[in-house]
């Protein structure tokens, strides 16, 4: 079983940064992808990014230039850095641990409200 606690949500700005962290339990998901996925209310749980386990990334358009996803292995952790921040992003923001492809763990979300 692995634990995702998500953290650094908040509220911001439109034009803010908010950097987001989630802090896995032990190191399996150091190598397996990990991503984070939102949902604003009413709307379903979209993909923003994803890091592979040797560093690859990938961002939904909505993002692109503006989000960043790491790694720090040495901590388990993965971050999302979110600059330029727009009303439209706010929502839930959910850390998700994909372990060799048919397990598949979430955190319990936190919250990024982006003011106008």
């Known amino acids: 079983q692995v634990r995702l606690v998500e953290s650094g949500g908040g509220l911001v700005q439109a034009g803010g940064s908010l950097k987001l962290s989630c802090a896995a339990s032990g190191s399996i998901c150091n190598i397996n992808t990990m991503a984070w996925y939102r949902q604003a209310p009413e709307k379903q749980r979209d993909l923003v990014a994803t890091?592979?386990?040797?560093?690859?990334?990938n961002y939904a358009d909505s993002v692109k230039g503006r989000f960043t996803i790491s790694r720090d292995n040495a901590k388990n952790t993965v971050y999302l850095q979110m600059n330029s921040l727009k009303p439209e992003d706010t929502a839930v923001y959910y850390c998700n641990c994909n372990v060799w492809g048919s397990h598949v763990f979430w955190g319990q979300g936190t919250q990024v409200t982006v003011s106008s």
């Open positions: 890091i592979t386990g040797i560093g690859s990334t």
